[in-house]
């Protein structure tokens, strides 16, 4: 007969609350560019081979995601690669409507 087995301490960010929903367009923006901005540091990290494919993981792979999600967040906030500002500027921008007829 088999025994069940169980996790003895919870999975990384299972408990994690959701992150709020964003009340303004800025808002949205910010977290969206946070959300490129943490991929781009995960891809630069790796998964198997370090930081940059040095070979030189530590162990602290977790410890090293809630880090970069942490430093994306914060840069995303102090204006980041500048992409929540050009979100929010086309979004807010009055766009010209073309008459399909003069539109080639």
């Given at each position: 007969?088999?025994?069940?087995?169980?996790?003895?301490?919870p999975?990384?960010?299972?408990?994690?609350p959701?992150?709020?929903?964003?009340?303004?367009?800025?808002?949205a923006?910010?977290?969206?560019?946070?959300?490129?901005?943490?991929q781009?540091?995960k891809?630069a990290?790796?998964d198997?081979?370090?930081?940059l494919?040095?070979?030189?993981?530590?162990?602290n792979?977790?410890?090293?995601?809630v880090?970069?999600?942490?430093?994306?967040q914060?840069?995303?906030?102090?204006?980041?690669?500048?992409l929540?500002?050009?979100?929010?500027?086309?979004m807010?921008?009055?766009?010209?409507?073309s008459d399909?007829q003069?539109?080639?």
């Open positions: 007969m088999s025994t069940p087995v169980t996790l003895s301490a999975l990384p960010g299972a408990d994690a959701p992150a709020p929903k964003p009340k303004t367009l800025a808002e923006a910010q977290q969206f560019e946070a959300l490129m901005i943490g781009m540091l891809e990290r790796g198997a081979n370090g930081w494919g040095s070979g030189e993981e530590t162990g792979g977790t410890l090293g995601a880090a970069e999600e942490q430093f994306a914060a840069l995303a906030k102090s204006g980041g690669l500048g929540s500002r050009q979100i929010v500027a086309s807010t921008r009055p766009h010209a409507v399909p003069t539109t080639p």
